[in-house]
């Protein structure tokens, strides 16, 4: 079948490649497709269609058709007609049951007829309802395309890559060569893509060539991702030109789609590329001059051909395929019968406007010429070339007699297996528009998206509903505009872990790591987290908090910032101390909390929770820029590390690494101190953050494990975040976000304390009022469970056998006796303490009563010690 | 959503870059009745045209600025630091 050396083909027949199809061995040359090669072997069945599971072959040759999608290296749905050939590739059919040349599955294209209408299944497998389940399961197996292999998505990697371009010339075409050679002329930053692999390292002087590479589409800010195989450009054009040509389009007659019927660009290539003879004797129907020379050039090649009819001359009034086995056969042209196994028909050429139209371009029909073209386009994006409609035309593709039923089926779509009968239907039950019709029939909707059917489907649908093509129109262009793995578009994990510096040492000491948000933070050292709850109580601790948000506020009227930002006072904090703040909304929701030290009268240090850091900085940053008040606000929560010593013996192995005067009168509850501790200077914040004496040491994050090492030769049990939290619930502390949500506020969370209603104003001031004068509607609370059972967090409330409350918040405290945990109730029920109530585990119900106030030490007598 | 977004210190960027605080509001200036305040807090015009919206360069420059950008086709006018801020 491979025919003497042709003048422009791509092979290298100085070497030979071999690869397997189907387990047989198949041999092709450098420069080959991996499609061409099995056709000079004599393949001439590559898939199985979609739903009737016809036989399918080469049809386009160009890679946009889904005829020859098969599975290459695991890979399913690889057009083989461009890719390119390589030695070892494994190639498998896909979509049959048995082979491709003998599809048991096919049996739905001879029986199926009355069974398979367009919308079959939604209307007729809806019932009876519970058999759903096995209608889809039997309907999976016998459509789709490909499988892929599990863990498949792990097998390859993908990038993304973002790039700039000062002009994207989209396809390698001649008018795109000489539009991308125009532009680099005046300057560099001139990139070429095209899909072929022909271009694949070619030189053009001044252009960058992308190939193979496909242009997925073009969305605004001239944004054109494209896919080059495992990496995704997203390439931001100055300026793009489109040259994307134009498509041969299929012609409608009844077996339009027989193994045989090719359109002609596909016959050039396989002769003038390939040097593939594609048949014995075949029939031209030509709709243009272009279309005419392949019977020259098949004539050239030693194929025989009977008839060569120029359509625009002799337009036939009955076009119909015979075929065996799939075959094409024969071809009767207005009664009279031809031989031929292969058949040229094209209805002409039609713009590839996709991505003009994707741009914002209008695209108009032409009537004279049969096509739609490009109209105005939008400023930075050009077209040249035959996507401009130059050179293109096309003929009446319309050749079907959908009327008797006698003929082979005659398709519209061959993606979907959409015939002209199921457009005729779709039409007939009132999908009149086009877009509609799109929907319901699946037409345009294939691999191809509408790249070969969607002018044929127009001027279909113009004929039924018997209105103009120019009056159905165009469905929306959408990305992508060429089928793009779904990982490239995933592309790789780039949410980047935060870890503190102290992070390996928890590692080392066998830590159990958690995620906390963006953080890596370390669940217990130990097997029962209790353990490290009864050394901080006992006698000493140590946590690693780096990770709370740290926000340094300075500037001459930084206190009034935050006067204005937080609902209590911090203008009247003297510089040294420290105040605990929420943050609230204008619509009185609770936001963050932290700790607030003034270290100077201009200068203050605001923590918030670990999550908080950059939405509280933000939030700083707005209303500073809202005010304009002259305080400047800087986020070092990746500068400073921090960790939290806390216990009855804090202050004596503090002492060990420190001069400063801990003593009770000179560094009391709440006051902040730089001072040197091993030798780091460290701000050193005196507050109750487990409920034991405490210090929280903030410090350069380089020092942090020479620190941590210290603190921990000094005698400080490392604690991880549960025991963590167990401690700050046995002092009813609140965690935002897990105790509060979005409709929390200050006084239904029991902080009524806090808001300082007599100042003038403050973001959440107006709110806080009305909810002070509206009924309260849920109050947050302590409580303890009567059995030792622990209720999972979100456990329902239950009063009187109805839901009135959620828990937010549970843990077994050993230092309570109890189960402790943080609920919402109904206000009536949440005042008094020992107000019994029920939580619903699993199917039953226990008692739990309410608690108010911290559970453990609630005088406070341990931090102020 | 891939519009170019010229924040006024950077230029041009990716808007992918910035982060949308939504149409500019007028906080009261005095204390509000009940309706003045839900109309601040929960109320928009989400206008289909020009609208004067707070943005902020996140991943860049940080910097919050105002721009009056057309909702129907995200072409963007007019961006400016606030008044307030500039004078900060």
Redesign the interface.
């Known amino acids: 079948m491979r025919l003497g050396p042709q003048p422009s083909e791509l092979l290298d027949r100085s070497s030979r490649v071999i690869f397997t199809f189907d387990g047989l061995a198949v041999g092709g040359f450098p420069g080959d497709t991996i499609g061409s090669a099995l056709y000079a072997s004599g393949h001439r069945v590559f898939s199985r269609s979609f739903k009737y599971h016809r036989p399918r072959g080469l049809l386009c040759c160009s890679g946009h058709c889904p005829n020859c999608m098969l599975t290459v290296d695991g890979v399913p749905n690889v057009r083989v007609c461009v890719e390119p050939i390589r030695a070892g590739a494994v190639v498998e059919a896909q979509n049959v049951l048995g082979s491709l040349n003998r599809d048991l599955l096919s049996v739905t294209d001879k029986i199926g007829g009355p069974f398979t209408p367009v919308g079959f299944y939604y209307r007729t497998m809806i019932r009876p309802r519970r058999l759903w389940p096995l209608y889809e399961k039997v309907l999976r197996n016998l459509a789709g395309l490909g499988r892929l292999r599990e863990g498949a998505g792990c097998e390859r990697r993908y990038d993304v890559e ?1 790039r700039r371009a000062r002009v994207l010339v989209i396809g390698g075409g001649r008018s795109g060569r000489a539009a991308a050679l125009g532009a680099a002329t005046l300057g560099p930053g001139v990139v070429l893509v095209d899909e072929g692999a022909r271009l694949a390292g070619a030189e053009l002087a001044g252009v960058e060539v992308l190939a193979p590479g496909r242009a997925l589409g073009i ?3 001239n ?1 054109v991702p494209v896919d080059c195989g495992t990496t995704l450009y997203r390439f ?1 054009a100055e300026r793009i030109v489109v040259a994307t040509g134009a498509l041969d389009q299929p012609l409608l007659f009844p077996g339009n789609d027989l193994v045989g019927v090719m359109l002609p660009d596909a016959v050039r290539r396989l002769i003038r590329d390939y040097a593939v003879r594609p048949g014995d004797r075949a029939v031209v129907l030509a709709a243009d001059e272009r279309d005419l020379e392949v019977a020259d050039d098949l004539r050239a090649a030693g194929v025989a051909v009977p008839r060569a009819v120029d359509l625009r001359s002799d337009p036939l009034g009955r076009i119909e395929a015979h075929g065996r086995r799939g075959r094409v056969h024969g071809v009767v042209l207005d009664g009279r019968r031809v031989e031929c196994d292969l058949l040229v028909v094209s209805a002409g050429r039609q713009p590839s406007y996709s991505l003009l139209a994707q741009a914002g371009a209008e695209v108009r029909y032409e009537p004279t010429r049969g096509i739609f073209v490009p109209g105005v386009l939008p400023d930075s994006v050009e077209a040249t070339g035959s996507v401009t409609g130059e050179g293109c035309g096309t003929v009446n593709p319309y050749r079907a007699d959908t009327g008797t039923g006698r003929h082979d089926k005659c398709f519209v779509c061959v993606c979907e297996d959409v015939t002209t009968k199921d457009v005729a239907r779709a039409v007939g039950e009132g999908f009149d528009s086009i877009e509609l019709s799109k929907r319901y029939t699946t037409v345009t909707m294939g691999p191809c998206q509408g790249k070969l059917c969607q002018l044929p489907a127009i001027r279909l649908y113009a004929r039924t509903t018997g209105v103009g093509e120019a009056t159905v129109g165009t469905t929306t262009a959408r990305p992508p505009w060429a089928p793009v793995e779904l990982g490239l578009l995933a592309g790789r994990h780039h949410e980047p872990t935060r870890r503190t510096s102290i992070h390996f040492r928890h590692e080392e000491a066998g830590a159990e790591i958690m995620w906390a948000g963006p953080w890596k933070r370390p669940y217990a050292y130990g097997e029962d987290p209790a353990d490290e709850v009864r050394a901080v109580h006992e006698s000493l601790g140590v946590i690693d908090v780096s990770t709370l948000g740290k926000i340094l506020v300075e500037g001459p ?1 930084a206190a009034a910032l935050l006067e204005r930002l937080y609902p209590n006072r911090f203008a009247d904090l003297k510089p040294g101390r420290i105040r605990y703040g929420v943050l609230t ?3 009185g929701r609770i936001m963050d909390d932290g700790t607030v030290a003034r270290l100077r009268d201009d200068l203050y240090y605001v923590t918030t929770t670990s999550t908080g850091a950059d939405a509280v900085t ?1 939030w700083f ?2 209303w ?8 400047e606000i800087v986020n070092v929560t990746g500068a400073l590390s921090a960790v939290n010593l806390a216990g009855p013996l804090a202050r004596e192995a503090l002492a060990r690494l420190t001069e400063a005067d801990l003593s009770g009168e000179a560094f009391r509850y709440l006051d902040a101190r730089e001072i040197e501790v091993a030798g780091i200077p460290c701000l050193a914040l005196r507050i109750g953050f487990v409920g034991e004496l405490g210090y929280e040491l903030h410090f350069p994050s380089p020092a942090g494990e020479h620190l941590w090492d210290r603190l921990v030769e000094e005698g400080a049990t490392p604690f991880g975040l549960e025991p963590q939290r167990v401690l700050r619930l046995e002092k009813a502390h609140i965690i935002v976000g897990q105790d509060t949500d979005s409709e929390s506020n200050l006084l239904s969370a029991g902080m009524s304390w806090l808001p300082k209603l007599d100042k003038d104003d403050f973001v959440g001031k ?2 806080v ?2 909810f002070a004068e509206r009924e309260e509607r849920e109050r947050l609370v302590g409580f303890t469970m009567v059995e030792n059972v622990l209720p999972p967090e979100g456990a329902q409330v239950v009063i009187e056998g109805r839901p009135a409350g959620r828990v937010t918040s549970a843990r077994r405290s050993e230092a309570v006796g109890a189960v402790i945990g943080l609920a919402w109730l109904p206000p009536e029920r949440a005042t008094e303490a020992g107000t019994r109530f029920e939580v619903g585990i699993g199917r039953r119900r226990y008692g739990a009563l309410v608690w108010n106030g911290p559970f453990f030490d609630p005088g406070g007598e341990r931090m102020r010690s | ?4 977004l010229p924040c006024p210190y950077c230029g041009p960027r ?2 992918d870059e910035f ?1 949308c ?1 939504g149409e500019v509001t007028n ?2 200036n005095g ?2 009745t ?1 309706a003045e ?1 839900t109309e ?3 109320f928009r015009d989400n206008v289909a045209g020009l609208q004067r919206e ?1 943005w ?1 360069h ?1 991943a860049g420059c ?1 910097e ?2 105002l721009a009056t950008r057309d909702t129907r086709t ?1 072409a963007v006018s007019d961006v400016s ?8």
């Open positions: 973002h969305w605004e800010g944004l931001r009227e909304t204008d619509g933000a940053e707005w500073n820029a809202v005010w304009g008040l002259e305080a107006w709110a009022e009305h | 959503m891939s519009f170019l990716p808007v982060a605080f906080r009261p204390p509000p009940l305040l601040y807090v929960y707070w902020q996140r940080a919050w600025f995200n630091v606030p008044d307030a801020a500039r004078a900060g």
